[in-house]
């Protein structure tokens, strides 16, 4: 396949590009697309671009905006040429991911229990026992299967040489899978011919493993379990996916209004009366879930539901204090974590970290600030973030301050070079960077998504890959190369 | 179905019958000035008082324009958003009820919604002439048929469903009842004296009920009008005997039937009780009078089943 398929297409020195070689070629999950390009010339790209921009706004694909007055909701942005990744490659990334939740979730359980790897010195104690994610009220209880993250979000990103490294573990409240579905859905009714030409593995049986992954937890077995989806309400950024889950699942969307808990059994406020909630998948972060527990001050919380839950009678995913693991310092330590449990290697490895606790890495990232990106430990959403390259003299002295005043609070990075793919920018294919987010799974069973949620940075040379800053998404397709 | 979520669905479907009856309306409207001579008079005031509207005060508040009445009154009831009643209100309060209860409908439906949502933005602003006028109208009340039809065909028979049933048959013989009360006040002021026959082509028209108007009339032994046909018929869908057995059919499995099934009875007990023919057009407007107090009961008594939550459990324990 020649390079005239992306015309002009200038790709970033140094950069991986996910459709295209180094020496021009198109790589071989993208012939399919590179094919329609040549036979129909960018004209009909852009035309298909158009007709995606009104498919999602007719089927309502939005986010909302939290400052944004009435008009909270916000269309969708997604780009028109998908990103491909071969089916072996995916094989051993979803091996990976299945591999970190696992000990990610045996961590955790130690973590609230025994603490033998604290013992054994593998992760400073203190680090751990201070975090404000670790919630000393959640010691000793034991959910189903020893699992306390059953929804994780992981973040990869390639470096220059195209290999995926883990950016970040998401084990709160993970978002942005009902858009991987969205933007399939969107993509099929665009490019039908596409998915004629090529595997492209489904997505669609998300909603169906979550449930069934959800179901798993019930604490009374033999019935139907009564699953809610507990949401902050409509006003919750994420209020669209939990509505579409909500939705795709067929369970209850309810808010902390909707439930009671008497005698230490959670309750559903139906129009029939009460009836018993067994499992509750909360999108609610967990210190105001229970404001008996945790913050007095929570209004979106359900008095009594953390007791209800440490005696066994409802399950909650992820459970309470599973954001232990979710801190950018421990991520550090993952991989430690895996060869620790499991005694294996990690399949996936992280992204080179410094820790500014150690006194040795701090001084030589406080003395690389302009080459470095740090992150706030326990922020998500991309706030607080500093991109060393991108900063000023001033931002830097600004978090060298932050760092020294609490150096616990701050892990830095080398600046990667972040793949790129062929984007459609005012009418050009234009290189952007992206990452990608798969959404892993365990309760009873391990799954992972085929493919995950790939975002892209819109803003030429732009890192910053979020909806809420201006970013924008792709299809993801695992294409079947192993046949 | 949570308790929470009756009133969003019941109003969901208040809405999109609210808006499709409302081009109806208007349609019907404009029907009814077309088939009058030049030189009669259209009381606008009457048209904004049959929708709740205090029509001679608005009236006298508008800015001084170049648009006639008939353009200003459209454009209260088609664009304006801060007017309670017009189109883009309705279609503005019906996006907000159905992303509420988004996880209760089928997302083709969500989708029909969007498109109609769209539609509106798009094309609401141009009201210029009753040509242009008549088709957009014409084409919201087929987008509100077709999301109907959606749901119609793919809706689970649950609560959700009889409840958005009973949102729309509620407002529908509310709105049927307000076409009516338009018709006869813009034709006779109400009186002691024995309303005359009306025919009220141009309304059955709006309505789609002309065809069926005519079978009605060829098998029925007594005289009849278009009030007894409104009113009494029940295999046409827009009667107000049709809309109550619609209510009461869809009440039936909701735990509070029984409140709901006896308010429907006392407003099917108003029409037979009546000897329509016999009604003077005072009688008349205040049967339609009664019967709105009658729908605004019968809603009170949907939209609060009062379940009581922290008392005795076991009694309240669902299957």
Redesign the interface.
Known sequence: MGAKSFGHYQQISQCFDELVQADGQIRPPAAAIARFIDRHGSAELIQRQEQLNQTI????VCFTLYSDGNNI?RCWPLDVMPRTIPSSEWQKTSAGLKQRLAALNLFIDDLYHDQRILKDGKVPADLVLDSRNYLAPCKGISPRYGVWANICGTDLVRDGSGKFLVLEDNLRVPSGVSYMLENRTVMKRVFPELFADSFIYPVDDYPHQLWRMLASLSPRPGDVPCIV?LTPG?YNSAYFEH??L??QMG?????N??L?V?DDIV??????????VDVIYRRVDDIFIDPQAFRPDSVLGIPGLIKAWAKGNVSIANAPGSGVADDKVIYAYVPEIINYYLGEQPLIDNVPTYLCLDPKQREYVLANLGQLVVKPANESGGYGILIGPRSTKEEQQQMAEAIKANPRNFIAQPTLALSTAPTLCDGVLEPRHLDLRPFILQGRDLYCTTGGLSRVALKKGSLVVNSSQGGGSKDTWIINDEV | MLLKSLDHIFWLGRYLERLDDTARLINATSHLLIDSHKDSQFSWPLLLDVLGQNGAELLSQLPPSDLTVEQQVMSFLITDADSEVSIRSACSALKQNARTVRQLIPRDMWEELNSLDLFLQEHCQQLQGRQHRYRLMTEVSRRCQMVVGVLDGTMLRSDAFDLFNIGRHVERADMTTRIMDVMVLQQLQPTDIKRPRFRWTSILNALGGIESYHYYLAHQNTEVDAVDYLLTYADFPRSIAYCLHRVAASAKALPHSAAILQRVWQLQDLLKTQNLSELTTGQLHQLIDQFQTGIIELHEVISTPKPEFSTDLSQQMSA
């Open positions: 706004s007719a089927m309502g909701d989806l409509v509505s579409f909500a939705q369970v209850e969307l309810a808010e209004t909707d009671l008497q309750y559903l406020k139906t129009l029939h009366g009460l009836q018993r």
